[in-house]
């Protein structure tokens, strides 16, 4: 399957995000990544065998049973070193860059892997990044999914900044679907996915001598 053209320009992408970041915390974006970017990635993912992806961990939770109660998604972190994921790097690091002179978040790396969420996989209600503790500002999450419908479960529910009871939007993971959001006090799940679930989440950090 050929992902949809991005529809938005570069210019639209940097003002619809900065303006959401700045007022609400939370953007979802359909058409922000280049389809051939995101055709890569696909190709990529399809050519990862099983073996290239490892449990995730929770924190600093070294407990596997415990962490896989809480998330049961697979991944497998990107590098420069191959073609695709490099050509997803360089796009995140232009938006690294535009939302630092927008907005002066001092973002000065993005690090990102893929997750394969199997039938019946979530992840629960979480932050990325306590307040005061760590050093990643904003979150990113993008869907590499071959088309998605209701049934299939697996929704991104996102809850108001500073509220984790109040639901702000339920995202389905749509190809090409671009979700950003605060690391730092907006709280989010993975619903149970009903079919092979794929993503890039990523975050943006700040240097840790940065980080309050
Ligand atoms: C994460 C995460 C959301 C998603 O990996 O921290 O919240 O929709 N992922 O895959
Ligand atoms: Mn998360």
Same mark, same amino acid.
Request: hydrophobic share 45%; aromatic share 10%.
């Given at each position: 399957?050929?992902?949809?053209?991005?529809?938005?320009?570069?210019?639209?992408?940097?003002?619809? !995000?900065? $303006?959401? @970041?700045?007022? %609400?915390?939370?953007?979802?974006? &359909?058409? =922000?990544?280049? /389809? #051939? !970017?995101? $055709?890569? @990635?696909?190709? %990529?993912?399809?050519?990862?065998? &099983?073996? =290239?992806?490892? /449990? #995730?961990?929770?924190?600093?939770?070294?407990?596997?049973?415990?962490?896989?109660?809480?998330?049961?998604?697979?991944?497998?972190?990107?590098?420069?070193?191959?073609?695709?994921?490099?050509?997803?790097?360089?796009?995140?690091?232009?938006?690294?860059?535009?939302?630092?002179?927008?907005?002066?978040?001092?973002?000065?790396?993005?690090?990102?892997?893929?997750?394969?969420?199997?039938?019946?996989?979530?992840?629960?209600?979480?932050?990325?990044?306590?307040?005061?503790?760590?050093?990643?500002?904003?979150?990113?999450?993008?869907?590499?999914?071959?088309?998605?419908?209701?049934?299939?479960?697996?929704?991104?529910?996102?809850?108001?900044?500073?509220?984790?009871?109040?639901?702000?939007?339920?995202?389905?993971?749509?190809?090409?679907?671009?979700?950003?959001?605060?690391?730092?006090?907006?709280?989010?799940?993975?619903?149970?996915?009903?079919?092979?679930?794929?993503?890039?989440?990523?975050?943006?950090?700040?240097?840790?001598?940065?980080?309050?």
């Amino acid at each position: 399957m050929t992902a949809a053209p991005a529809t938005l320009t570069w210019d639209a992408v940097l003002e619809q !995000v900065a $303006d959401a @970041l700045a007022t %609400r915390g939370w953007i979802v974006l &359909d058409g =922000a990544v280049p /389809a #051939a !970017v995101l $055709d890569g @990635l696909r190709l %990529r993912l399809h050519a990862l065998d &099983d073996q =290239a992806f490892h /449990a #995730a961990g929770v924190g600093r939770q070294s407990d596997h049973q415990r962490a896989e109660a809480f998330r049961n998604d697979r991944i497998h972190w990107l590098e420069d070193t191959d073609p695709a994921e490099a050509a997803w790097l360089a796009w995140a690091d232009g938006l690294r860059a535009e939302m630092n002179a927008r907005l002066y978040l001092g973002l000065n790396r993005y690090e990102c892997h893929f997750a394969h969420y199997a039938p019946g996989h979530f992840y629960k209600k979480h932050v990325d990044a306590f307040k005061g503790q760590a050093n990643r500002r904003l979150s990113s999450v993008l869907y590499l999914n071959e088309g998605w419908a209701h049934a299939d479960g697996g929704e991104l529910v996102i809850y108001e900044p500073d509220d984790a009871e109040q639901v702000a939007t339920t995202v389905v993971p749509q190809p090409g679907r671009l979700v950003l959001f605060l690391s730092e006090g907006v709280a989010h799940e993975v619903l149970p996915a009903q079919r092979d679930r794929y993503s890039i989440a990523g975050w943006f950090r700040v240097r840790e001598s940065m980080a309050p």
